[in-house]
């Protein structure tokens, strides 16, 4: 029976590495179970557990929520609990007031009201997870979501007009006359 | 699976009829049946009253034994002690209740469901839950049903860690040829130190599969 499952095994794997440099490591093996040890010796030894380690203490060091747009509390109590959580795969957890003090110095809005509930929190949140359940409702009041704005319009989603500086442009393949052309590098002079 | 039946005991021919020993010990002892085939008779005549005719009809279609009810598919014990109901008797047929054919279900799966934890077979804790392990068999059967997960994305080095994750959800919810999750193939060494009782369920499962 465990030859038939390995085998299923085995066809997985080289279904997933298929065409990827993942495949090399096992080609020349027959069994599912060998096929992810190997794997896992190569993507997941001591180097590479180093490797991992040192990524997750640099991001670590320069994650900071200022509330930008782009970098959500979201994202950013994401990364951090992505960060602890290899750090603890690779035996190496973080005490929870460590983690606690990481969160609150690297909540750097500048927004009053903010800086104030986060010494709040400090007193109140013994844990991580109580401490990013605080932070959200804060932010969720502070920062509602504003839609961001829209994008500048470029010539071609002009599709209901078709026309610019008094020139037909719905077929662009077209032959244009001198004057024509003339009109739509006017039309473009501001730019 | 370590079973350890109660010792059988050695019956002159004049002491058959004596009170002393339960029906279903002279039953044992005329045919001379030891260790799980005893036991087995035990649990189904003592325990749920099977009558005798049903016991060896059991034992005439290859089911004598506690290891013999292992790995016997759910709705397959349904649709053989119907076609036995439904023979006549004459063609070898037995009748047996609805009620008997989920306790020979319930039975099943308990045994079988500790054989694949590793765990030895407890008497005493069959009896007291034995109503509730007809309603684990039904569940059961239904959970083999369900679809197995979505099938991970392929791999990428920079996401090994989630890529790895994805593929031991996956194999966990495909149920292998022995009735474990898939995932046992490519399982990691387990600490020495934990205790196998604090481990759940899937995971005594996985660890007992070869």
């Not at chain 1, 990827?20 to 060998?34: P, S």
Request: charged share 30%; with cysteine.
């Amino acid at each position: 029976m465990f030859n038939i499952d390995s085998k299923r095994v085995l066809t997985l794997l080289k279904e997933l590495c298929l065409d990827t440099e993942a495949e090399t490591w096992f080609r020349n093996i027959k069994c599912g179970r060998e096929a992810m040890k190997a794997l896992q010796i190569h993507y997941d030894g001591p180097d590479e557990s180093k490797r991992r380690k040192e990524e997750a203490r640099a991001k670590l060091k320069t994650i900071y929520y200022k509330h930008k747009g782009t970098f959500t509390f979201e994202k950013f109590v994401t990364n951090l609990y992505d960060a602890f959580q290899i750090l603890e795969k690779y035996e190496e957890p973080l005490y929870e007031q460590e983690k606690l003090r990481l969160l609150f110095n690297k909540c750097q809005n500048a927004h009053p009201e903010f800086k104030q509930e986060v010494v709040i929190c400090w007193t109140l949140c013994k844990t991580f997870a109580s401490a990013v359940v605080h932070l959200k409702t804060v932010v969720a009041r502070l920062f509602p979501d504003v839609a961001k704005p829209k994008t500048r319009r470029n010539i071609s989603s002009n599709m209901s007009n078709k026309e610019l500086n008094g020139v037909d442009i719905s077929d662009i393949s077209r032959w244009f006359d001198s004057s024509e052309i003339k009109k739509l590098n006017e039309s473009q002079a501001g730019r | 699976m370590n079973i350890q039946p109660p010792p059988a005991r050695a019956v002159p021919a004049a002491a058959v009829a004596a009170p002393l020993f339960a029906q279903w010990e002279i039953e044992a002892n005329i045919l001379n049946l030891q260790g799980e085939h005893r036991l087995l008779h035990q649990l189904l005549r003592e325990f749920h009253s099977f009558s005798r005719d049903q016991c060896a009809k059991l034992r005439e279609e290859g089911y004598s034994s506690l290891s013999d009810l292992i790995n016997w598919k759910f709705q397959e014990i349904r649709s053989l002690l119907k076609d036995l109901s439904n023979r006549p008797s004459n063609r070898g047929g037995q009748r047996f209740g609805d009620r008997k054919i989920k306790e020979l279900q319930a039975l099943r799966w308990f045994i079988t469901d500790r054989s694949r934890r590793g765990l030895t077979f407890d008497f005493d804790l069959y009896k007291a839950e034995a109503t509730q392990y007809i309603s684990f068999a039904e569940i059961d059967s239904e959970i083999d049903k369900d679809e197995a997960a979505d099938k991970p994305e392929k791999f990428k080095y920079a996401s090994w860690n989630k890529w790895e994750e994805s593929v031991c959800i996956y194999l966990d919810s495909v149920i292998s040829k022995n009735g474990a999750p898939l995932s046992y193939v490519i399982r990691k060494d387990l600490d020495v130190e934990i205790e196998w009782e604090s481990l759940d369920r899937k995971t005594q499962q996985i660890y007992t599969a070869p």
